[in-house]
């Protein structure tokens, strides 16, 4: 397969360990956020979403914090394994448009 | 298989030549998108279709770019005399677009097509 995450940031971590993958959002306005999980070879697969007027959600070992006032968003994965491997995107959007503005990557290498 | 699918997976061609993709979207999704990702880069927005209408293009699509969904159903993506800045993951998603009063909609996204232009 093909890497999509040369001179991306790293995460690196050992099986089991909780992983935290951060992202900084550009844009006051977007009020929807979505965590996208990126295989090699493979196109981005949807984690989990999160709307402007919550702080938190969860889902399956994964959860995502919003932190509006510093336009943050986090990404947590428990008890990582090593198929979540691979590179995570954040994306933003705003109500009224339909376009996805995509953040920079972060590789998440997770050794058993 | 009902996801989205792409066709081909990677294509090699010489600069100058002309290149066409295909998407097939989700069936019941009536939103598709294209997009672009280099190496290391997150995906870039070109265009969306709701049905059969182009609804928006990025700036980053250049009149050599052009796509089609005549029947509101798969897509095409042409490009015209490919140059070495085309070499990209195209990528290709769906939704479902606002219906039910929903505003925002989750993008599926098929596997891309790997572009290499010499």
């Known amino acids: 397969g093909e890497s999509v995450g040369l001179h991306l940031p790293t995460l690196s971590v050992q099986e089991g360990d909780n992983s935290i993958i951060n992202c900084a959002y550009s844009?006051?306005?977007?009020?929807?956020f979505i965590w996208y999980k990126q295989e090699s070879g493979k196109g981005p697969q949807f984690i989990i979403d999160?709307?402007?007027?919550?702080d938190k959600r969860q889902g399956q070992r994964v959860t995502v914090l919003l932190n509006k006032t510093v336009k943050h968003l986090s990404l947590q994965i428990a008890a990582t394994q090593p198929g979540d491997s691979a590179v995570y995107f954040c994306?933003?959007?705003?109500?009224?448009?339909?376009?996805?503005?995509f953040g920079k990557g972060t590789m998440l290498l997770v050794s058993p | 298989d009902t996801g989205v699918s792409q066709d081909p997976r990677h294509k090699i061609t010489k600069r100058g030549q002309n290149v066409t993709f295909r998407c097939d979207p989700i069936?019941?999704?009536?939103?598709l998108y294209w997009y672009r990702q280099t190496l290391g880069q997150g995906p870039e927005f070109l265009t969306y279709?709701?049905?059969?209408?182009?609804?928006?293009k990025s700036r980053l699509l250049s009149d050599r770019f052009s796509a089609e969904r005549p029947k509101g159903s798969f897509s095409t993506l042409e490009i015209q005399r490919t140059e070495q800045g085309d070499s990209a993951m195209y990528l290709c998603?769906?939704?479902?677009?606002?219906?039910?009063?929903?505003?925002?909609?989750?993008?599926?996204f098929g596997p891309g097509t790997r572009l290499t232009v010499l």
């Open positions: 998603a769906s939704s479902l677009g606002t219906s039910g009063g929903l505003k925002y909609n989750e993008q599926f």
């Open positions: 844009n006051s306005a977007s009020d929807y």
């Open positions: 999160i709307r402007s007027n919550m």
């Open positions: 994306a933003e959007n705003i109500e009224g448009y339909s376009t996805l503005t």
């Open positions: 069936s019941e999704h009536n939103r």
């Open positions: 279709f709701q049905n059969e209408a182009q609804l928006e």
